[in-house]
């Protein structure tokens, strides 16, 4: 079986979040470097670091795209990525915003370069968000222990069917 990509773009909010926090911190880092960069560096390094580097590393570990291949799902992101196996997916489904019930952010971002990170849903449970945008969601059950995934590819009955195909096709 080929490997099957599936882009997953921002949606409005998550734009409008992601251009919020860049120029926040960056606003902040620029205000730090002048009042205090100048005259105390090294009192200015940590809080040029934690405005700076959160941004950047929500852009390195944000979702950037789904990956559907011979062994497995993978969440392609600029660092790193989430790979799911086949024998761990018990099955995959559309959900509406609706089915997640009240939703609460454990650990992870909530919109700016996409939703991600670890959350809870008073319906499902625990969940790992892997989205970029608030429509289009799949719910990947997991069959590991490990919590659900809900991902938005920008064809979500395309990645259904690619996630379908390849899961009947490989050996257990």
Do not use: K, N
Not at 108 to 130: K, M
Not at 139 to 167: C, I, Y
Request: net charge positive; hydrophobic share 50%.
């Amino acid at each position: 079986m080929a490997e099957r990509r599936f882009a997953c773009t921002l949606d409005g909010l998550a734009i409008a979040m992601t251009l919020v926090s860049w120029v926040t911190s960056l606003g902040a880092a620029a205000i730090i470097l002048v009042v205090v960069g100048l005259t105390l560096p090294l009192l200015a390094a940590p809080f040029l670091l934690i405005f700076v580097g959160v941004p950047v590393w929500t852009m390195l570990v944000a979702p950037r795209g789904y990956l559907v291949g011979p062994t497995g799902l993978t969440v392609l992101r600029q660092v790193g990525g989430r790979v799911v196996p086949f024998a761990a997916i018990a099955g995959a489904r559309r959900i509406a915003r609706s089915d997640l019930g009240w939703v609460w952010r454990t650990f992870g971002s909530g919109g700016a370069h996409g939703y991600f990170g670890r959350y809870r849903s008073r319906t499902l449970g625990p969940l790992v968000l892997e989205a970029t945008r608030r429509d289009r969601w799949v719910l990947v059950q997991r069959r590991d222990g490990q919590p659900d995934l809900v991902l938005s590819p920008d064809d979500p009955d395309g990645f259904l069917a690619a996630l379908d195909a390849a899961h009947r096709s490989t050996p257990l």
